[in-house]
């Protein structure tokens, strides 16, 4: 038997000016893209031959240029036209977040989908694993054998969930039989920090998919917060099972809609987790906190959500303080202020404006400070790979350092920190670009608190003008009734 695979990463966020290029996307091929996916053994136990295609994965930023989603789709379809006369069935890894710039439907996942099935044919089984960020719609499942998104977030079982699927579809494959996914889609439409699984509702609703999955008769479940920082007629969260035979067809269909009255049953449970705060509360609550390390996470500014990590709002907040406390931003993007930290070495005094202007957010701030150190730039939490080089800087008259980036680097493992050169408990305070604190991070923290700023990845999604989207949506519309979205 052989297996067609191939991966795709976007989270696109509409609202930052940058538009996604293949400079932006690390990419593999041949046996560092099966290497990478993390199912290699997986298959070949198996004694199913892998054929990869390509290992397509960003940062996540803003919209992807057309030229380049052309580039990625060219490299999938022909890559599958040139096997499928030899292959058993398409194993794929498939954000479900990406936005296209000029492409019709927006999302490149649901374009390739439908692209793929024509040159398949619909019976080939494929079977996709998703963040659950990432929007599912209904034609989507119809184009699917089985799906299925990671259980936490923050995303702790991507790689066992990856390697699950694979063992789905090997069961699938050798056991052929009709499989089609049940989809209940939700009028709920909430961001990643209001539905972290170790809180509830998500707690609870994991607890309920692991039970369901012990039934014989359902082979895989899984809920879909969905993804909503582009404006998309996908948005909305979505229950999915898929039945292990067509007779148990209405056995999932039950369990799905249990699932899914639990969800809405208890939508109002999707609130921030942890601490929280204003900004100018944020800062205080941090500096006066009597131990170390205590962290901040600019959540208007999320790397990990497409923020664009340029704004200066966090570093001018500090700067209104005077504090014994060791501060560490970590970073600021402005690649014209990374130029020319490039030009000067460690231990150089230096004098330069910090924040592109592109608005308020992203204000210049006048800096006098010296180089301390010079490191790497690292993206990717797993698959790591270096970017540029990173220029800490030390403020003048205070106790602030600030990373200054030409790149959206979500601070969230040692390994970053000490890429750049630095000892993440060498401070008090280090402020990461980031919404809910990554797992990584949290077992190295005294204290975190999210400080509510404002900016592309702003956490009160109620602000954000949804034009395109399912209406009546909670919690933008006050609704009492569920009714699916069709």
Known sequence: MKVFVAHFTAECNEHISHIVTKDDFHFLYDEDCIDAMHIKDIFENAQIEIIPSIFASMHPNGMIQ?????????????????CVQEIDGIYLQFHGASGVKQLSCISGEHYLLHEIRKITGKYMPIAMVMDPHGNLTNELCDELNIVRCYRESPHSDQVETERLVA????????????????????????????????????????????????????FSTSFHVGYIRHDDDKLGAAVVVVPNRYEDKEHCEK?????????????????????????????????????????????????GAGGAGQNTVVLEEFLKHTTEKKVLIAGINDEKAHNYCLMHNVNDRIEFDLGIGENELSKPIHIVGTIIKKGIQLYGFGNNYSVGDAHTIRIEGTNIDVIVLNHNIQYGTMEQFHAAGLEFHDYDIVVVKMGYL????????????????DGPTIQRSEKIPFKKIYRPMWPIDDLEKLEYIL
């Open 438 to 453: 990554d797992t990584y991070l949290i077992p190295e923290t005294k204290y975190h608190i999210m400080a509510l700023t």
């Open 255 to 303: 369990i799905a809609e249990e699932i899914s009255n639990y969800v809405w049953d208890h939508r109002e449970e999707f609130q921030f987790s942890g601490n929280f705060d204003e900004l100018d509360k944020s800062v205080e609550k941090a500096i006066s906190y009597p131990e170390k390390t205590v962290v901040i996470t600019d959540s208007g500014d999320n790397c």
């Open 66 to 82: 057309k030229e380049t989603f052309d580039f990625i789709c060219k490299q999938i379809l022909a890559s599958l036209k040139s």
């Open 167 to 218: 063992k789905l579809l090997i069961d699938l494959l050798k056991n052929r039989r009709s499989m089609k996914p049940i989809i209940r889609k939700l009028p709920i439409m909430v961001g990643g920090e209001r539905s972290v699984s170790a809180k509830e509702p998500v707690c609870s609703i994991n607890r309920l998919l692991d039970e369901a999955e012990k039934d014989s008769r359902v």
